[in-house]
């Protein structure tokens, strides 16, 4: 108990030099804006993020529901969630290229750098699944075990 009292109150001085450190380096107006952006960032994950998501898993257990393909679902899911992570992380950047005061920090072109790794990551989840067909098949047949599930 005293070590859950102890961390509890860790955490709170924690929380709270952020929020001085917060009051203290950003000026007004930025803090005054700075609940918008979170509200913005709350509408967006709500209305925006949480329904592709669902819609995604959806439509990919519809999809699973076929002969066979129930075993690629952890494959075809596991991609999806890396191309969407990725995609949150560099939509910043796509945003804000060659944008602001400095244009010289941003001059990727980090349009065509995301699109090579989501293209890498979809070859990854392809190669995977080609890779789980193949050892699958292989090792039932190898197996004896051809009929059974």
Do not use: C
């Amino acid at each position: 108990m005293k070590l859950r009292v102890g961390l509890a109150a860790l955490g709170v001085l924690a929380g709270l030099w952020g929020v001085w450190k917060l009051v203290q380096t950003v000026a007004i107006p930025a803090l005054i804006r700075l609940p918008i952006w979170l509200a913005g960032a709350v509408v967006a994950d709500d209305f925006v993020l949480v329904p592709l998501t669902v819609v995604a898993g959806w439509l990919v257990t519809r999809w699973a529901t076929g002969p066979g393909r129930h075993r690629t679902v952890g494959v075809v899911r596991t991609t999806l969630v890396y191309v969407g992570i990725t995609s949150l992380i560099a939509v910043p950047l796509l945003l804000r290229q060659g944008k602001g005061v400095n244009p010289t920090i941003l001059p990727r072109d980090y349009l065509r750098d995301w699109l090579l790794l989501e293209a890498t990551i979809i070859v990854g989840g392809v190669i995977a699944l080609v890779v789980q067909r193949f050892t699958f098949n292989r090792s039932r047949a190898s197996s004896g075990d051809i009929g059974g599930r």
